[in-house]
């Protein structure tokens, strides 16, 4: 563990004890002021870059029964999913921020979605792409835990559209 993130995490433990006293004893406040936080900045930085090199490693960080946004189901579905839209769209993400504890995690993130090849299906995007169709949003992304730090349920606000969708050279 870093310096830094060994200092948070005492600093952590002794607000949990000192401020809310005896709560702190509950085992839900326990394992809120835990140190040992599985889902931290560096398995999120992970999980983000298997994600933008289309790795499908990333459903390793899902519990199998995930709730996906789009009311997506199942790790084998969020792939299934995520395989179908690598055919057409390139994303790429970047953390702004990140923050988690033993239960969930909180992110910002800036993504760009690069449309790679002509794409009819109007399910996920509202319409149909081109080739060479570029979108630039910013989101929030909540994330549940379950107690072995997989992720259970992905959710968060509609994403803030930073450029709409427009033809840019490759």
Not at 4 to 25: D, K, M, P
Not at 107 to 135: I, M
Not at 139 to 155: R, S
Request: glycine share 6%.
């Amino acid at each position: 563990m870093k310096t830094s993130e060994s200092a948070n995490c005492q600093r952590r433990a002794f607000l949990a004890t000192s401020l809310v006293g005896g709560a702190a004893l509950l085992p839900g406040a326990a394992r809120a002021a835990s140190c040992s936080v599985p889902f931290n900045r560096a398995a999120y930085e992970r999980y983000v870059g298997l994600m933008n090199a289309e790795d499908p490693r990333f459903v390793e960080y899902y519990a199998n029964d995930i709730k996906f946004e789009l009311n997506i189901r199942g790790r084998s579905n969020v792939l299934d999913f995520y395989r179908h839209q690598w055919r057409y769209i390139k994303e790429t993400l970047e953390i702004s921020f990140f923050c988690s504890d033993a239960t969930g995690a909180a992110a910002q993130v800036r993504s760009e979605l690069r449309c790679t090849k002509d794409n009819n299906d109007t399910t996920t995007f509202g319409r149909a792409l081109k080739a060479g169709e570029v979108q630039r949003v910013r989101g929030y992304v909540f994330y549940t835990l379950n107690a072995q730090g997989l992720i259970t349920e992905i959710k968060g606000p509609p994403p803030e559209v930073l450029q709409p969708w427009r033809l840019e050279a490759t």
